[in-house]
């Protein structure tokens, strides 16, 4: 059996709203013999007659009475799919959003974002994930909606990526460390023992590493899977940790940070998501949610080092 034309249902529609052949041709820009034809091949695929004549005008079947309404809604609920979906109503917006990211975004935006999705729209939830790698399998596959990070240039081409604000590493150290005491030296600074931050748990892997002078060499005590577990050794030992200024400003409070005594790289965090949620209106909104908590943390934080 041979599927229907289904665009035979637009046609339907207006004849049956309009109950004339002539004024359903004149509304779909038809001549009166093409709208004939087309009821003719409407007739035959429902097995019915539909317009019947009545005098002077055409009246409807109790089939096509009794389709009216339902192929009316076909076609309005067909152009609803078809049409690109503009509005949101963030109040009924029932949606949980998983977001990969460092334990420093997390610490230093996560409050602020979760206030404003919460205030916006109360039915959404966050899942926070830690980053381990720079694998964008997750955000192709939709186990992760958005994701943030420096892009590398081995990140795919069918990622989407936006800036978010720029960074730059600091110095941190607890107080009272030799080097809070003036301004500290390149030599000083890589003559101290260091813990460093590496995804692989490897020295090579470092993630700061790709921003300092390539040939600097720093004593390294230590290895940790992120920034918050470096600033928590760096404050209860003379370990000193190079961090993300702007990723990390709420995890140094009560800590000595200084800029670099050596000659480092700034770079700009970007968020990531897959191009499907280009288009999607809740994702659109979650996206301007985070520029606007980046966008507002970074005026209140700038100048601190």
Not at 181 to 206: L, N, Q
């Amino acid at each position: 059996m041979s599927s229907p034309d289904l665009n035979l249902l637009i046609t339907l529609d207006v004849l049956l709203a309009e109950g004339s052949v002539a004024r359903a041709a004149q509304r779909l820009r038809l001549s009166p013999s093409a709208m004939s034809r087309a009821l003719a091949r409407l007739r035959e695929t429902t097995g019915d007659p539909l317009l019947v004549r009545a005098g002077r005008r055409l009246v409807l079947t109790p089939r096509a009475l009794a389709l009216r309404e339902r192929v009316h809604q076909l076609v309005e609920d067909a152009g609803a799919v078809l049409r690109p979906d503009q509005a949101i109503d963030l109040t009924r917006l029932a949606r949980t959003f998983t977001l990969r990211t460092s334990d420093g975004f997390v610490e230093s935006f996560g409050p602020d974002l979760l206030a404003r999705i919460g205030e916006e729209a109360p039915g959404v939830r966050l899942h926070f994930l830690q980053k381990p790698d720079k694998d964008s399998a997750p955000l192709r596959d939709g186990r992760v909606d958005l994701e943030t990070g420096v892009i590398e240039a081995s990140l795919g081409p069918e990622v989407r990526s936006q800036a978010l604000f720029r960074d730059r590493l600091v110095g941190v150290v607890r107080a009272g460390h030799r080097l809070s005491a003036g301004k500290p030296t390149a030599k000083g600074y890589a003559g101290a023992h260091h813990v460093i931050v590496s995804r692989s748990g490897h020295e090579d892997g470092a993630v700061e590493r790709p921003f300092l002078p390539p040939g600097l060499v720093r004593k390294v005590g230590t290895i940790v899977g992120g920034f918050s577990a470096a600033l928590s050794l760096a404050r209860a030992s003379d370990l000193v940790a190079t961090v993300p200024d702007r990723h990390t400003a709420s995890l140094r409070d009560g800590m000595f940070s200084f800029r670099l005594p050596v000659p480092a790289i700034e770079f700009t965090v970007s968020m990531l998501w897959h191009p499907r949620m280009d288009a999607d209106p809740a994702h659109r909104w979650l996206r301007a949610c985070v520029r606007a908590v980046c966008a507002s943390e970074m005026e209140r934080s700038a100048g601190t080092v």
